[in-house]
């Protein structure tokens, strides 16, 4: 199928997934466009399925080249990241081109620069804080100025790209902790984990979200902010927290009695249903600011909401070795 064709690329996946239905469904086969990956936990099951894939590609007629095809990898690259056993990073070889380009010098550079580091944003620690000044400078009404703070910003950005943490792949059948943190500045929340690594229990980060508030929602006091967020973080960590056990950690105290307050207004109110299916698995904690730095800089530090640079949204699940890979897009072939 010629690539120059506009649907060819929607079209084939179409066909693709018509061929592979039950291994689909299944969850053990991630499909692609061309690029078929086979997840299996024991090397007898993956034999077996590897087969059956086979055996399917002989029935329609299809070749496999054998020069594109690994086998029996235990960490794999998929759309411009790296998956393992453990954890979800960013693939090297994207960063190293962006590394070596020069500094931009018009906004619409600026805007392809950035794109990239969005792409991987869920990667990057304190990532809203390190770009709000390049994405104000994006801003039509501004001159095109690299101050020293903004060359200074775009070091930082380039770093982290190359020194991101990886961030744990999720264990559904352990419990998460939502941090929840806000003030009149923005929201910030992050999905943390405790997982057995190295014969040792480790907690670390699964996703970091942040956004600006609103202006009517600047009128809010502490506790109705908190709450606020817990509603906006619960919302997009849906697909993680529904139906599974949860801890909530938040540095205000006032948000556990704002949600079980008898007699609402119709604010407090609409966020107490939001939550309701939530409340039997959820538990809500204290922990005082000066402790609570993993998001407090998310929220103090959040990227304006622009269509350019919409709030973090769950997309698609994929599962290798019965492994969840998240927010992974479609910009980047493997």
Not at 18 to 47: A, Q, R
Not at 121 to 131: E, M, S, T
Not at 232 to 245: M, N, Q, R, S
Request: glycine letters at 6%.
């Amino acid at each position: 199928m010629p690539f120059v064709i506009k649907n060819a690329p929607s079209h084939y996946q179409i066909m693709m997934n018509t061929i592979f239905p039950e291994e689909l469904s299944e969850g053990w086969v991630i499909i692609y466009i061309y690029d078929i990956i086979v997840c299996s936990e024991t090397w007898k099951n993956h034999l077996t399925r590897l087969e059956r894939v086979v055996q399917k590609i002989v029935q329609v007629n299809m070749k496999i080249y054998m020069k594109k095809c690994h086998f029996a990898y235990g960490e794999l690259k998929a759309l411009g990241h790296v998956v393992s056993g453990l954890s979800l990073g960013i693939d090297k070889n994207k960063v190293a081109a962006v590394l070596l380009k020069p500094m931009p010098q018009t906004k619409k550079e600026m805007q392809s620069f950035l794109g990239f580091p969005v792409y991987y944003r869920q990667n990057i620690k304190d990532f809203a804080k390190i770009g709000k000044s390049l994405y104000k400078l994006c801003d039509q009404k501004k001159v095109y100025e690299m101050t020293e703070e903004r060359v200074k910003a775009y070091e930082e950005l380039k770093n982290s790209l190359s020194h991101s943490p990886f961030l744990l792949i999720p264990d559904w059948k352990l419990p998460f902790k939502l941090y929840l943190d806000a003030c009149g500045e923005g929201l910030g929340a992050a999905l943390h984990q405790t997982q057995i690594i190295n014969n040792k229990p480790v907690e670390g980060p699964i996703c970091f979200i942040s956004r600006q508030i609103k202006p009517r929602e600047a009128r809010y006091e502490a506790s109705q902010m908190e709450c606020l967020c817990l509603v906006w973080a619960l919302e997009k960590f849906h697909y993680y927290l529904a139906g599974t056990v949860f801890d909530v950690i938040t540095d205000c105290n006032g948000e556990k009695s704002l949600l079980n307050m008898k007699t609402p207004n119709r604010h407090v109110l609409r966020w107490q249903i939001a939550i309701q299916e939530y409340r039997g698995n959820m538990t809500i904690f204290h922990k005082s600011g000066n402790i609570h730095k993993n998001v407090d800089g998310l929220r103090r530090w959040a990227l304006a909401n622009t269509p350019e640079n919409p709030a973090w949204v769950p997309q698609e699940e994929h599962h290798i070795e019965r492994i969840c890979v998240t927010e992974i897009g479609t910009e980047f072939f493997f």
